[in-house]
C-alpha cells in the first residue's frame, strides 16, 4: 500500500463516521489521522523521522544534545554527593539513541558516574 491509497482508505473511515453519525470532534479526527490502527500516520509504518524522514529531532541529528544533557546529569549527581543510587528515566525512548548518546558521554567523561 502506498502513500495515496492510506490516506483514500483513512479518508473513507473518517467519511463513514461522519455520514453515520453526524460531525466529529477534532479530538476524533486526529485521533484517527494518527494513531488508526490501519491507516495512521505513526500507526501505519509510514513515519519517518531523521534527516530524510518527515521530521528529524535533535537525537536523530547527533549525539551532542544527549552529551550536553549526560554533563548536567553528572553535575547534579555530583551535587548530590555521588550517590550510589541515581535514576535516570528517558519518557520517550523510540530507538534509545538518546539513552545511547548519554550513557556514551557519561563512561568516557565521567567513569565514576
Same mark, same amino acid.
Given at each position: !500500500? ?27 479526527? !486526529?485521533?484517527?489521522?494518527l ?7 505513526y ?15 535533535n537525537?536523530?541529528?547527533?549525539p ?25 528515566v528517558?519518557?520517550?525512548a ?20
Amino acid at each position: !500500500m502506498n502513500t495515496q491509497d492510506g490516506n483514500l482508505a483513512l479518508i473513507r473511515v473518517i467519511r463513514a463516521e461522519i455520514e453515520k453519525h453526524g460531525p466529529v470532534s477534532f479530538a476524533w479526527f !486526529m485521533q484517527q489521522a494518527l494513531y488508526h490502527p490501519e491507516h495512521g500516520y505513526y500507526s501505519s509504518g509510514r513515519c519517518a523521522i531523521g534527516r530524510h524522514g518527515d521530521y528529524f529531532t535533535n537525537v536523530s541529528v547527533g549525539p551532542l544534545f544527549g552529551q550536553l544533557l549526560a554533563a548536567q546529569l553528572a553535575e547534579i549527581w555530583g551535587r548530590l554527593g555521588n550517590p550510589d543510587k541515581f535514576v535516570v528515566v528517558e519518557q520517550g525512548a523510540h530507538h534509545g539513541e538518546f539513552a545511547r548518546d548519554v550513557l556514551e558521554s557519561a563512561r568516557k567523561q565521567w567513569p565514576n558516574f
